[in-house]
């Protein structure tokens, strides 16, 4: 299995098996000498935010921006402390997801398929309402509530410095309004919503999930 290891002269990473040679030679700076002048990095798999991809990256590069070799796509490793031990998709702690989030489905008027009940949120704005002909929503939900407007809510989804994505609900101007762990939010209001909050339209109940 190949070791990734720093070249003692000039720092450049080089990847060799190090059970096969006895000495190795820097291709950058043609420094050449036994392999236990390489000190092995160590290293550790983080998963591209943008396109899912798996990277490994030295255990000490967080806050290092780094660029994705399948998206082309910059990206910062999250903290050690930040790293969750599960879930699919999340290097997160509590409060902090390193995806877009979802929303799950809780309460409804029964006509849901089980394929409908999770929302996925993508990067940018969000619109959310009632599915129609006439809707303009992006995101239609599939509903005989009279109370979801056919354009009712709105999340946007942003991506912070730290590789963290943000997500802010807030109302379109709807009839029965929108509300977010039993609060209603006023005109033009904008909560940032954590894993574990409860969004309302009409008699529909969304949990926000990472």
């Known amino acids: 299995m190949k070791s990734r290891c720093a070249c003692p002269s000039c720092n450049t990473i080089l990847a060799f098996d190090r059970d096969k040679v006895s000495t190795v030679k820097c291709p950058k700076c043609a420094y050449q000498g036994n392999v236990a002048d390489f000190k092995e990095i160590p290293m550790k798999d983080i998963q591209c935010p943008h396109c899912s991809a798996t990277l490994k990256v030295k255990e000490n590069a967080a806050d290092s921006e780094i660029i994705c070799p399948k998206c082309q796509r910059s990206i910062i490793p999250p903290k ?12 997160a702690n509590k409060n902090k997801l390193y995806c877009p989030g979802k929303l799950e489905l809780m309460k409804d008027d029964g006509q849901w398929s089980s394929s409908e009940k999770i929302v996925t949120l993508i990067r940018g704005m969000n619109t959310l309402g009632r599915k129609a002909a006439s809707s303009r929503s992006a995101i239609q939900l599939p509903t005989t509530d009279p109370y979801i407007s056919k354009n009712h809510a709105k999340i946007e989804v942003i991506m912070a410095s730290d590789a963290t994505f943000i997500h802010r609900l807030s109302d379109t101007g ?30 529909t109940t969304f949990k926000f999930i990472g």
Not at 85 to 91: A, K, M, R, V
């Open 80 to 91: 050690e402390e930040d790293v969750a031990t599960e879930g699919p998709g999340i290097l």
């Open 174 to 203: 709807s009839t029965n309004g929108t509300f977010h762990n039993d609060d209603r939010l006023e005109p033009d209001e904008q909560i940032n919503l954590t894993p574990g909050d409860m969004i309302r339209f009409g008699h």
